[in-house]
């Protein structure tokens, strides 16, 4: 088991000048609280002498890595860090803070849920911090999470697993259902951090002594709006233009031609990555995240060249649904066979996540910048591209269908492969003129302008 860290422990942690803020007055009330739980109050003066805090949080602004906050720390030695009404209380003044002074917000949680002596009034600050969580989103501002051991319940259902970006210390504990409360047969590292990363429910498992840069560096890029659009990531492969559609097909197939990682490498002076659909899935085809280009904030979504998975579609969306709250440019990277086909595909929503995509693109009023790097697979490539600004390289092919399953459709022989190829018209310079692809009086090489 983890060391368990103190609120001013996780605190120190990730800044050095931590300001608490004023605790909302609320009169006192019976000694053993709303339902009259008894030893209720003798366990909270005990609670209170163990941690010296009078709450199971203590909240406050301070700087990390230069970017300043409102930190919400936990503190489990008072009563589990469980949530009470005046817990509730703390947490929304520290919202209401944020938002009056237009600062990102930083839980570093650790709690083991709503706290029974309290019952229902408890249970319902969850939906008081729900709120808060909303309004400041409306509000444009980031919430990024850390997750302490343990975090369990409704933290974890509510400021944990509802963040913009989560992060999480090694070994600890995390799950909706608590160690006390799982069935006897349960596996428990279904209930870990690294679990939770793997199932898509979080982003990244920080080391403690990386947290203070990796949080800093987080809170930099997402604070950082910006109205222009992305530019067009220079072509890393071969400049001139292929003479037949079947010669931009296997221009694109190549094992050589340069992949995602590739441009984004080059593009980005450093870079972050959001991981995970938040329904249970992750795909490696599907690198999304926010990086600095040129002092500013760009976030990305780049196909890796395989077959996109329902997890990778869904991650696009929240990346670019995020970007847009915050109001910053995309960049979206096409490249892909089309999306996966197979019966778990299927079975995990492929044409609900494809279509939730094609929706958030058209919506989106951040602007988006796609470059077609490869292939172009039919409506799984499409849906990751901007209509009116999307451009290609000339080792890239857009197309309906590929031209071996076009063939098949068309009931055609295998040898009319190649002619279907030049057919469809699926070179850059058939697509800039069929005006799929931005014109801007010269050859689609992708440069940037």
Known sequence: MPERLSAREALALVTDDFTELPHPERESGPPDGPLAWAGYGDSRARAAERTGEEESVVCGTGHVEGARAVLIAFEFGFLGGSLGVRTGD??????RHARAHRLPVVPLVATGGSRMQ????????LQRVARQSALTREAGLPQIAVLRDPTTGGGWATLGAGADVTLALPGAQVGFAGSRVRPADADPAAYTARAQVAAGAAD???EPEKLRETLGRWLRLLTRPSDGPA??????????LPATGWEAVRRARSPQRPRATAYLDAYFTHRLSLSGDRCGGTDPGMLCGFGERDGRTVAYAAQTGTATRPAGYRTATRLIRLADRLGIPVL????????????????????AAIADLFLTVAAARTPVTTLLIGEGGSGGALALAAPGSTWATPDSYFSVIAPEL???ILKRPATEVEPTANQLRIRPQDLRELGVIRDDGQVPTGADG
């Open 90 to 95: 703390r947490l929304e003044a520290a919202y």
């Open 118 to 125: 309290e019952g229902m009034l408890a249970l319902t600050q």
């Open 204 to 206: 990244a498992v920080v």
């Open 231 to 240: 530019p067009v990531p220079a072509p890393l492969g071969t400049t001139d």
């Open 332 to 351: 979206t990277l096409v490249d892909t066979p089309g999306a996966a086909n197979d019966a778990e595909a299927e079975r995990q929503g492929a044409g």
């Open 406 to 408: 076009a063939t098949a």
